[in-house]
Protein backbone atom coordinates (compact mmCIF):
# COMPACT_ATOMS: atom_id res chain seq x y z
CA UNK A 1 0.00 0.00 0.00
CA UNK A 2 3.26 2.37 0.53
CA UNK A 3 3.57 2.61 -3.07
CA UNK A 4 1.66 5.31 -5.09
CA UNK A 5 1.17 5.05 -8.76
CA UNK A 6 1.08 8.78 -9.98
CA UNK A 7 -0.21 10.34 -13.42
CA UNK A 8 1.82 13.18 -15.33
CA UNK A 9 0.35 15.88 -17.06
CA UNK A 10 1.78 18.89 -18.74
CA UNK A 11 -1.39 20.75 -17.66
CA UNK A 12 -3.56 19.45 -14.09
CA UNK A 13 -7.14 20.77 -14.09
CA UNK A 14 -8.62 20.71 -10.14
CA UNK A 15 -11.90 20.50 -10.52
CA UNK A 16 -14.48 19.17 -13.69
CA UNK A 17 -16.98 22.25 -13.39
CA UNK A 18 -17.54 24.84 -16.46
CA UNK A 19 -13.97 26.52 -15.43
CA UNK A 20 -12.40 23.39 -15.44
CA UNK A 21 -13.69 21.74 -18.85
CA UNK A 22 -13.14 25.59 -20.61
CA UNK A 23 -9.52 25.22 -18.93
CA UNK A 24 -9.06 21.74 -19.84
CA UNK A 25 -10.89 21.40 -23.65
CA UNK A 26 -8.68 25.20 -24.66
CA UNK A 27 -5.49 23.86 -23.66
CA UNK A 28 -5.92 19.95 -25.06
CA UNK A 29 -7.10 21.71 -28.57
CA UNK A 30 -3.68 23.59 -28.18
CA UNK A 31 -1.37 20.39 -28.07
CA UNK A 32 -1.26 20.08 -24.01
CA UNK A 33 -1.36 16.90 -22.43
CA UNK A 34 -3.99 17.64 -19.99
CA UNK A 35 -5.87 15.56 -16.61
CA UNK A 36 -8.41 16.92 -15.14
CA UNK A 37 -8.99 15.90 -11.69
CA UNK A 38 -12.87 15.67 -9.80
CA UNK A 39 -14.11 14.08 -6.99
CA UNK A 40 -17.96 13.12 -8.91
CA UNK A 41 -18.65 10.36 -11.11
CA UNK A 42 -18.33 12.39 -14.02
CA UNK A 43 -17.37 16.17 -15.82
CA UNK A 44 -19.84 18.95 -15.04
CA UNK A 45 -19.44 20.25 -11.90
CA UNK A 46 -22.39 21.23 -9.64
CA UNK A 47 -24.49 22.95 -11.79
CA UNK A 48 -24.02 20.69 -14.91
CA UNK A 49 -24.58 17.31 -12.63
CA UNK A 50 -26.13 15.85 -14.71
CA UNK A 51 -29.64 13.76 -14.14
CA UNK A 52 -30.56 10.16 -13.98
CA UNK A 53 -33.91 10.83 -16.18
CA UNK A 54 -32.97 13.89 -17.64
CA UNK A 55 -30.28 15.05 -20.53
CA UNK A 56 -28.14 16.86 -20.47
CA UNK A 57 -28.11 21.18 -21.68
CA UNK A 58 -26.81 21.27 -24.75
CA UNK A 59 -23.72 24.00 -23.58
CA UNK A 60 -22.83 21.26 -20.98
CA UNK A 61 -22.80 18.26 -23.24
CA UNK A 62 -21.25 20.62 -26.18
CA UNK A 63 -18.31 21.57 -23.43
CA UNK A 64 -18.37 17.82 -22.41
CA UNK A 65 -17.97 16.77 -26.51
CA UNK A 66 -14.98 19.08 -26.79
CA UNK A 67 -13.22 18.06 -23.42
CA UNK A 68 -13.73 14.29 -24.87
CA UNK A 69 -12.48 14.84 -28.05
CA UNK A 70 -9.49 16.66 -27.42
CA UNK A 71 -7.92 13.80 -25.34
CA UNK A 72 -8.20 15.29 -21.88
CA UNK A 73 -7.88 12.42 -19.19
CA UNK A 74 -10.50 12.38 -16.39
CA UNK A 75 -9.43 11.23 -13.35
CA UNK A 76 -12.00 10.16 -10.28
CA UNK A 77 -10.33 11.59 -7.00
CA UNK A 78 -10.03 13.90 -4.20
CA UNK A 79 -6.71 16.24 -3.46
CA UNK A 80 -6.33 16.33 0.16
CA UNK A 81 -2.32 16.89 0.00
CA UNK A 82 0.32 18.65 -1.97
CA UNK A 83 3.16 16.56 -1.51
CA UNK A 84 6.27 18.54 -3.39
CA UNK A 85 5.94 21.75 -5.20
CA UNK A 86 4.72 19.99 -8.24
CA UNK A 87 2.92 16.76 -7.31
CA UNK A 88 -0.77 16.63 -5.66
CA UNK A 89 -2.17 13.70 -3.68
CA UNK A 90 -5.42 12.33 -4.04
CA UNK A 91 -7.14 9.15 -3.21
CA UNK A 92 -10.49 7.95 -4.22
CA UNK A 93 -12.24 4.66 -2.91
CA UNK A 94 -8.88 2.81 -1.92
CA UNK A 95 -6.62 3.80 -3.83
CA UNK A 96 -3.91 6.95 -3.42
CA UNK A 97 -2.44 8.39 -6.19
CA UNK A 98 0.13 11.10 -7.20
CA UNK A 99 -0.71 13.66 -9.93
CA UNK A 100 2.41 15.55 -11.49
CA UNK A 101 2.27 18.41 -13.79
CA UNK A 102 4.17 21.36 -15.40
CA UNK A 103 1.36 23.93 -15.01
CA UNK A 104 -1.85 23.71 -12.62
CA UNK A 105 -5.18 25.11 -12.85
CA UNK A 106 -7.49 25.22 -10.15
CA UNK A 107 -10.81 25.23 -10.74
CA UNK A 108 -12.66 24.18 -7.50
CA UNK A 109 -15.70 26.49 -8.04
CA UNK A 110 -18.16 27.04 -4.61
CA UNK A 111 -20.28 25.37 -2.46
CA UNK A 112 -23.21 26.91 -0.95
CA UNK A 113 -23.34 29.40 2.40
CA UNK A 114 -25.44 28.36 4.83
CA UNK A 115 -26.51 30.15 7.56
CA UNK A 116 -27.74 28.50 11.13
CA UNK A 117 -31.73 28.96 12.42
CA UNK A 118 -33.09 27.02 14.72
CA UNK A 119 -33.41 23.47 13.56
CA UNK A 120 -31.58 23.58 11.05
CA UNK A 121 -30.17 20.19 11.79
CA UNK A 122 -33.64 18.29 11.42
CA UNK A 123 -33.12 15.92 8.49
CA UNK A 124 -34.76 17.09 5.12
CA UNK A 125 -33.52 21.18 5.92
CA UNK A 126 -30.96 20.83 2.59
CA UNK A 127 -29.02 23.06 0.77
CA UNK A 128 -30.82 24.36 -1.99
CA UNK A 129 -27.97 22.89 -4.59
CA UNK A 130 -27.97 20.00 -2.17
CA UNK A 131 -31.95 19.15 -2.43
CA UNK A 132 -31.27 19.77 -6.43
CA UNK A 133 -28.04 17.43 -6.41
CA UNK A 134 -30.10 14.59 -4.56
CA UNK A 135 -33.14 14.80 -6.88
CA UNK A 136 -30.99 14.81 -9.80
CA UNK A 137 -29.26 11.51 -7.86
CA UNK A 138 -32.26 9.41 -7.77
CA UNK A 139 -34.39 10.97 -5.07
CA UNK A 140 -38.11 11.22 -5.52
CA UNK A 141 -39.74 14.38 -5.74
CA UNK A 142 -43.08 14.59 -7.48
CA UNK A 143 -45.68 15.36 -4.83
CA UNK A 144 -43.71 16.76 -2.03
CA UNK A 145 -43.87 20.11 -0.77
CA UNK A 146 -40.46 22.03 -0.41
CA UNK A 147 -39.91 24.98 1.07
CA UNK A 148 -37.13 27.34 -0.98
CA UNK A 149 -35.30 29.72 0.83
CA UNK A 150 -32.02 31.66 1.48
CA UNK A 151 -30.58 33.89 -0.95
CA UNK A 152 -29.45 34.49 -4.73
CA UNK A 153 -30.13 33.23 -8.33
CA UNK A 154 -29.68 29.72 -7.45
CA UNK A 155 -32.99 29.46 -5.32
CA UNK A 156 -35.24 30.23 -8.40
CA UNK A 157 -33.65 27.78 -10.51
CA UNK A 158 -33.90 25.54 -8.25
CA UNK A 159 -37.52 26.21 -7.48
CA UNK A 160 -38.24 25.68 -10.88
CA UNK A 161 -36.04 22.60 -11.00
CA UNK A 162 -38.05 20.96 -8.44
CA UNK A 163 -41.50 22.39 -10.11
CA UNK A 164 -40.79 20.87 -13.11
CA UNK A 165 -40.27 17.96 -11.62
CA UNK A 166 -43.53 17.86 -9.78
CA UNK A 167 -42.76 19.52 -6.28
CA UNK A 168 -45.23 21.42 -4.47
CA UNK A 169 -43.59 24.58 -4.05
CA UNK A 170 -45.40 26.48 -1.30
CA UNK A 171 -42.93 29.57 -1.32
CA UNK A 172 -39.43 31.03 -2.16
CA UNK A 173 -38.20 33.18 0.08
CA UNK A 174 -35.70 35.37 -1.00
CA UNK A 175 -33.93 37.34 1.82
CA UNK A 176 -32.79 40.43 -0.23
CA UNK A 177 -35.37 43.51 -0.88
CA UNK A 178 -37.38 44.28 -3.81
CA UNK A 179 -35.54 47.25 -3.76
CA UNK A 180 -32.07 45.41 -4.20
CA UNK A 181 -33.90 43.08 -6.40
CA UNK A 182 -35.10 45.92 -8.38
CA UNK A 183 -31.99 47.62 -8.55
CA UNK A 184 -30.45 44.40 -9.85
CA UNK A 185 -33.15 43.64 -12.59
CA UNK A 186 -32.72 47.39 -14.41
CA UNK A 187 -29.01 46.20 -14.53
CA UNK A 188 -30.15 43.41 -16.48
CA UNK A 189 -30.88 45.76 -19.20
CA UNK A 190 -27.57 45.88 -20.60
CA UNK A 191 -27.55 42.41 -20.61
CA UNK A 192 -30.40 40.85 -23.35
CA UNK A 193 -29.12 37.30 -22.70
CA UNK A 194 -29.53 37.65 -18.87
CA UNK A 195 -33.49 38.70 -19.34
CA UNK A 196 -34.13 35.86 -21.55
CA UNK A 197 -32.87 33.66 -18.56
CA UNK A 198 -35.15 35.45 -16.19
CA UNK A 199 -38.01 35.25 -18.11
CA UNK A 200 -37.82 31.35 -18.89
CA UNK A 201 -37.38 31.07 -15.54
CA UNK A 202 -40.38 33.09 -14.31
CA UNK A 203 -42.57 30.65 -17.41
CA UNK A 204 -41.21 27.78 -15.50
CA UNK A 205 -42.12 29.02 -12.09
CA UNK A 206 -46.09 30.00 -12.98
CA UNK A 207 -47.68 30.11 -10.00
CA UNK A 208 -45.03 29.46 -7.50
CA UNK A 209 -45.42 32.29 -4.86
CA UNK A 210 -41.74 34.54 -4.73
CA UNK A 211 -41.44 36.18 -1.60
CA UNK A 212 -38.47 39.16 -1.09
CA UNK A 213 -37.43 40.15 2.17
CA UNK A 214 -38.77 36.81 3.58
CA UNK A 215 -36.29 34.09 5.31
CA UNK A 216 -36.49 31.20 7.21
CA UNK A 217 -36.53 31.30 11.50
CA UNK A 218 -37.41 27.60 12.58
CA UNK A 219 -37.65 24.27 11.35
CA UNK A 220 -39.53 21.73 13.28
CA UNK A 221 -39.93 18.15 13.34
CA UNK A 222 -38.82 14.97 15.80
CA UNK A 223 -37.15 12.58 13.21
CA UNK A 224 -37.77 14.58 9.74
CA UNK A 225 -38.81 17.73 8.89
CA UNK A 226 -42.27 18.89 9.15
CA UNK A 227 -43.00 23.21 8.79
CA UNK A 228 -40.92 25.79 8.29
CA UNK A 229 -41.62 29.03 10.24
CA UNK A 230 -40.71 32.45 7.84
CA UNK A 231 -40.39 35.87 8.59
CA UNK A 232 -41.95 37.20 5.65
CA UNK A 233 -42.35 41.13 5.51
CA UNK A 234 -42.32 41.53 9.13
CA UNK A 235 -45.07 39.04 10.31
CA UNK A 236 -44.59 35.31 10.80
CA UNK A 237 -46.32 32.43 8.63
CA UNK A 238 -45.73 28.72 9.59
CA UNK A 239 -45.88 26.63 6.19
CA UNK A 240 -46.14 22.95 6.34
CA UNK A 241 -43.83 21.04 4.13
CA UNK A 242 -41.49 17.54 3.65
CA UNK A 243 -38.06 19.50 2.58
CA UNK A 244 -36.83 22.86 2.75
CA UNK A 245 -34.16 23.81 0.25
CA UNK A 246 -31.98 26.57 1.86
CA UNK A 247 -29.25 28.62 0.66
CA UNK A 248 -28.13 31.59 1.00
CA UNK A 249 -25.88 32.00 -2.20
CA UNK A 250 -22.45 31.04 -2.54
CA UNK A 251 -18.75 30.44 -0.87
CA UNK A 252 -15.74 29.32 -3.08
CA UNK A 253 -13.40 26.57 -2.94
CA UNK A 254 -10.39 27.98 -1.21
CA UNK A 255 -8.90 25.49 0.64
CA UNK A 256 -6.06 24.30 -2.44
CA UNK A 257 -5.26 28.18 -3.27
CA UNK A 258 -4.37 28.58 0.08
CA UNK A 259 -2.37 24.52 0.49
CA UNK A 260 -0.21 26.17 -2.13
CA UNK A 261 0.12 29.65 -0.88
CA UNK A 262 -1.61 31.48 -3.26
CA UNK A 263 -2.04 34.61 -1.96
CA UNK A 264 -5.89 35.11 -1.69
CA UNK A 265 -7.60 38.86 -1.28
CA UNK A 266 -10.73 39.60 0.54
CA UNK A 267 -11.75 35.91 0.26
CA UNK A 268 -10.53 35.13 -3.38
CA UNK A 269 -8.14 34.01 -4.95
CA UNK A 270 -5.48 37.01 -6.06
CA UNK A 271 -5.02 36.79 -10.62
CA UNK A 272 -3.88 38.31 -13.29
CA UNK A 273 -5.51 38.87 -16.44
CA UNK A 274 -4.27 35.65 -17.45
CA UNK A 275 -5.89 34.07 -14.33
CA UNK A 276 -2.15 33.26 -12.56
CA UNK A 277 -2.20 33.21 -9.20
CA UNK A 278 0.51 34.30 -7.40
CA UNK A 279 2.14 31.07 -6.99
CA UNK A 280 4.38 30.36 -10.17
CA UNK A 281 2.73 27.84 -12.67
CA UNK A 282 -0.67 27.76 -10.77
CA UNK A 283 -3.58 29.58 -12.53
CA UNK A 284 -7.52 30.27 -10.79
CA UNK A 285 -10.61 30.16 -12.92
CA UNK A 286 -14.24 30.58 -12.16
CA UNK A 287 -15.70 30.83 -8.56
CA UNK A 288 -12.77 30.23 -6.38
CA UNK A 289 -11.35 33.88 -8.23
CA UNK A 290 -15.08 35.56 -7.52
CA UNK A 291 -18.17 34.75 -7.46
CA UNK A 292 -19.58 34.65 -11.05
CA UNK A 293 -21.92 31.60 -12.44
CA UNK A 294 -21.04 29.14 -14.98
CA UNK A 295 -21.01 32.19 -18.12
CA UNK A 296 -17.96 33.87 -16.26
CA UNK A 297 -16.51 30.26 -15.08
CA UNK A 298 -16.43 29.14 -19.23
CA UNK A 299 -14.85 32.75 -19.89
CA UNK A 300 -12.29 32.57 -17.40
CA UNK A 301 -11.32 28.96 -17.52
CA UNK A 302 -10.59 29.27 -21.59
CA UNK A 303 -8.25 32.34 -20.57
CA UNK A 304 -6.74 30.27 -18.43
CA UNK A 305 -6.16 27.19 -20.46
CA UNK A 306 -4.92 29.51 -23.22
CA UNK A 307 -2.50 31.20 -20.52
CA UNK A 308 -1.03 27.96 -19.99
CA UNK A 309 -0.54 26.95 -23.62
CA UNK A 310 1.49 30.07 -24.18
CA UNK A 311 -1.47 31.75 -26.18
CA UNK A 312 -1.66 34.58 -24.38
CA UNK A 313 -2.52 36.44 -27.89
CA UNK A 314 -5.60 34.40 -28.20
CA UNK A 315 -6.24 34.79 -24.53
CA UNK A 316 -6.52 38.34 -24.51
CA UNK A 317 -9.72 38.30 -27.34
CA UNK A 318 -11.19 37.16 -24.39
CA UNK A 319 -10.64 40.16 -21.67
CA UNK A 320 -13.15 42.33 -22.81
CA UNK A 321 -16.16 39.33 -22.43
CA UNK A 322 -14.74 39.12 -18.93
CA UNK A 323 -14.78 42.16 -17.83
CA UNK A 324 -18.26 42.29 -18.51
CA UNK A 325 -19.43 39.35 -16.88
CA UNK A 326 -17.39 40.31 -13.48
CA UNK A 327 -19.02 43.69 -13.85
CA UNK A 328 -22.74 41.72 -13.62
CA UNK A 329 -21.31 39.34 -11.19
CA UNK A 330 -20.41 42.07 -8.51
CA UNK A 331 -24.20 43.52 -8.91
CA UNK A 332 -25.80 40.27 -8.73
CA UNK A 333 -23.47 39.90 -5.41
CA UNK A 334 -24.36 43.18 -4.16
CA UNK A 335 -28.20 42.44 -4.87
CA UNK A 336 -27.89 39.23 -3.08
CA UNK A 337 -25.69 40.24 -0.32
CA UNK A 338 -26.89 39.09 3.66
CA UNK A 339 -28.60 41.76 5.35
CA UNK A 340 -28.11 42.27 9.27
CA UNK A 341 -31.13 40.43 10.50
CA UNK A 342 -29.54 36.93 9.77
CA UNK A 343 -26.88 37.42 12.39
CA UNK A 344 -30.07 37.55 14.81
CA UNK A 345 -31.14 33.63 13.17
CA UNK A 346 -29.10 31.75 15.36
CA UNK A 347 -30.39 31.63 19.14
CA UNK A 348 -27.88 31.20 22.15
CA UNK A 349 -28.72 27.23 21.77
CA UNK A 350 -28.82 26.70 17.97
CA UNK A 351 -25.93 24.61 17.08
CA UNK A 352 -23.46 26.39 14.50
CA UNK A 353 -20.51 23.30 13.83
CA UNK A 354 -22.63 20.42 12.48
CA UNK A 355 -19.63 18.38 13.02
CA UNK A 356 -18.96 18.60 16.89
CA UNK A 357 -22.63 20.10 17.81
CA UNK A 358 -21.05 23.26 18.76
CA UNK A 359 -23.90 25.81 19.94
CA UNK A 360 -23.97 29.55 19.50
CA UNK A 361 -23.67 30.57 22.89
CA UNK A 362 -20.09 28.74 23.57
CA UNK A 363 -18.71 30.48 20.39
CA UNK A 364 -19.99 33.51 21.39
CA UNK A 365 -17.39 33.33 24.38
CA UNK A 366 -14.27 33.49 21.81
CA UNK A 367 -12.74 36.21 19.73
CA UNK A 368 -11.14 34.79 17.13
CA UNK A 369 -11.75 30.66 14.63
CA UNK A 370 -8.90 29.99 15.79
CA UNK A 371 -9.40 30.00 19.41
CA UNK A 372 -13.11 28.76 19.17
CA UNK A 373 -11.60 26.00 17.22
CA UNK A 374 -8.85 25.37 20.38
CA UNK A 375 -11.53 25.38 22.80
CA UNK A 376 -14.85 24.18 21.56
CA UNK A 377 -13.18 22.03 18.27
CA UNK A 378 -15.52 23.99 16.21
CA UNK A 379 -14.37 23.60 12.85
CA UNK A 380 -12.59 20.47 13.75
CA UNK A 381 -14.50 17.80 12.52
CA UNK A 382 -15.23 16.14 9.31
CA UNK A 383 -15.86 19.61 6.80
CA UNK A 384 -12.91 20.67 8.46
CA UNK A 385 -14.74 23.96 8.67
CA UNK A 386 -16.28 24.35 5.25
CA UNK A 387 -19.41 24.60 6.48
CA UNK A 388 -19.36 26.79 10.14
CA UNK A 389 -16.38 28.75 8.71
CA UNK A 390 -18.56 30.93 6.70
CA UNK A 391 -21.24 30.77 8.87
CA UNK A 392 -19.03 32.25 11.76
CA UNK A 393 -17.65 34.51 9.40
CA UNK A 394 -21.14 36.29 8.76
CA UNK A 395 -22.46 35.83 12.52
CA UNK A 396 -19.08 36.90 14.20
CA UNK A 397 -17.47 38.20 11.94
CA UNK A 398 -14.33 35.62 12.23
CA UNK A 399 -11.59 35.44 9.36
CA UNK A 400 -10.65 32.39 8.37
CA UNK A 401 -7.01 31.20 9.03
CA UNK A 402 -4.41 29.00 6.83
CA UNK A 403 -5.22 25.51 6.14
CA UNK A 404 -3.28 22.69 7.38
CA UNK A 405 -2.67 19.35 5.23
CA UNK A 406 -4.80 17.05 4.46
CA UNK A 407 -7.29 19.35 2.91
CA UNK A 408 -9.94 16.58 2.86
CA UNK A 409 -10.38 13.77 5.42
CA UNK A 410 -8.01 11.10 3.92
CA UNK A 411 -7.48 7.53 5.08
CA UNK A 412 -4.07 6.49 6.76
CA UNK A 413 -2.80 4.47 4.09
CA UNK A 414 -3.19 7.43 1.89
CA UNK A 415 -1.21 9.74 4.09
CA UNK A 416 1.59 6.88 4.71
CA UNK A 417 1.94 7.69 0.78
CA UNK A 418 1.65 11.32 0.83
CA UNK A 419 5.37 10.78 3.20
CA UNK A 420 6.28 8.39 0.70
CA UNK A 421 6.01 10.27 -1.99
CA UNK A 422 7.41 13.69 -0.57
CA UNK A 423 10.42 11.43 0.42
CA UNK A 424 10.83 10.25 -3.07
CA UNK A 425 10.64 13.59 -4.25
CA UNK B 1 -37.58 1.40 -17.52
CA UNK B 2 -34.37 2.38 -16.24
CA UNK B 3 -32.55 -0.80 -14.72
CA UNK B 4 -33.17 -1.50 -11.08
CA UNK B 5 -30.61 -2.49 -8.18
CA UNK B 6 -31.56 -3.70 -4.77
CA UNK B 7 -29.74 -3.05 -1.70
CA UNK B 8 -29.75 -3.07 1.91
CA UNK B 9 -30.16 0.19 4.46
CA UNK B 10 -29.41 -1.14 7.94
CA UNK B 11 -30.87 -3.96 6.80
CA UNK B 12 -34.25 -2.98 5.17
CA UNK B 13 -34.07 -3.65 1.49
CA UNK B 14 -34.60 -1.41 -0.78
CA UNK B 15 -34.49 -1.14 -4.53
CA UNK B 16 -33.96 2.41 -6.39
CA UNK B 17 -33.17 3.18 -10.15
CA UNK B 18 -29.76 2.51 -11.18
CA UNK B 19 -27.61 5.34 -10.92
CA UNK B 20 -29.41 6.75 -7.60
CA UNK B 21 -26.65 7.71 -4.70
CA UNK B 22 -26.59 5.86 -1.51
CA UNK B 23 -27.61 9.28 0.14
CA UNK B 24 -30.69 9.23 -2.03
CA UNK B 25 -31.43 5.47 -1.11
CA UNK B 26 -30.62 6.12 2.81
CA UNK B 27 -33.84 9.01 2.24
CA UNK B 28 -35.44 7.23 0.42
CA UNK B 29 -35.63 4.18 3.37
CA UNK B 30 -37.04 6.58 5.18
CA UNK B 31 -33.99 6.24 7.60
CA UNK B 32 -31.58 9.28 8.57
CA UNK B 33 -28.35 9.41 7.98
CA UNK B 34 -25.52 9.63 10.38
CA UNK B 35 -26.39 10.23 14.09
CA UNK B 36 -24.54 13.68 15.44
CA UNK B 37 -22.59 13.41 18.76
CA UNK B 38 -24.91 14.42 20.86
CA UNK B 39 -27.22 12.20 19.62
CA UNK B 40 -29.68 13.72 17.00
CA UNK B 41 -30.25 12.02 13.60
CA UNK B 42 -29.19 14.03 10.58
CA UNK B 43 -29.50 13.73 6.81
CA UNK B 44 -28.04 15.02 4.04
CA UNK B 45 -26.97 18.79 3.50
CA UNK B 46 -25.14 19.95 0.63
CA UNK B 47 -25.34 16.83 -1.56
CA UNK B 48 -21.79 17.63 -3.03
CA UNK B 49 -19.44 15.63 -0.82
CA UNK B 50 -18.70 18.63 1.38
CA UNK B 51 -20.17 18.37 4.66
CA UNK B 52 -20.22 14.72 5.80
CA UNK B 53 -23.66 14.45 7.35
CA UNK B 54 -24.26 11.22 4.77
CA UNK B 55 -21.69 9.79 5.95
CA UNK B 56 -22.42 5.88 6.36
CA UNK B 57 -20.61 2.56 6.26
CA UNK B 58 -20.89 1.02 2.90
CA UNK B 59 -19.55 -2.81 2.49
CA UNK B 60 -18.16 -2.36 5.59
CA UNK B 61 -15.69 0.54 4.69
CA UNK B 62 -16.68 3.33 7.43
CA UNK B 63 -17.17 7.36 6.77
CA UNK B 64 -18.45 7.35 3.00
CA UNK B 65 -19.96 9.81 1.56
CA UNK B 66 -23.22 8.71 0.65
CA UNK B 67 -24.69 11.16 -1.71
CA UNK B 68 -21.06 10.20 -4.24
CA UNK B 69 -21.27 6.77 -4.35
CA UNK B 70 -24.16 5.16 -6.79
CA UNK B 71 -25.72 2.29 -5.22
CA UNK B 72 -24.99 -1.11 -6.76
CA UNK B 73 -26.39 -4.42 -6.49
CA UNK B 74 -26.30 -6.19 -3.20
CA UNK B 75 -24.76 -2.89 -1.21
CA UNK B 76 -24.87 -3.21 2.14
CA UNK B 77 -25.46 0.47 3.97
CA UNK B 78 -25.21 1.11 7.50
CA UNK B 79 -25.69 4.73 9.07
CA UNK B 80 -26.59 2.95 12.54
CA UNK B 81 -22.81 2.97 13.41
Known amino acids: MGDTSAHKFELLVVGGGPAGMAAAASAAERGLRVGIVDDNEKVGGQIWRQGLASSPEPEASDWSKRVMSAGVIFIRGRVFHQAAPDVLLAEDGDSAFKLEYDKLIVATGARERFLPFRGWTIPNVMGAGGLQAMVKSGLPIEGKRVAVAGTGPLLLAVAAYLHKHGAKIPIVCEQASWKHLLQFGIGLMNQPGKIKQALQLKGELAGVPFSPNSWPIAATGTTALESVTISRGGRTETIACDYLACGFHLVPNIELPLLLGCRIHGGYVCVDNLQRTTINNVFCAGEPTGIGGVELALVEGQIAGLGASGRNFEAQKLFRQRESLRRFASRLNRAFSLRPELRNLASPDTIVCRCEDVRYSRLKRYASWRSAKLETRCGMGACQGRICGPATQFLLKWEPESVRPPIFPARVESLTCARTAAAAK | ?81
Open chain 2, 1 to 81: MPEKVTLTVNGATVTVAAGTSVAAAIVLSGQSCRTSVSGAPRGPLCGMGICFECRASINGRPHCRSCQILCSQDMEVRTDG
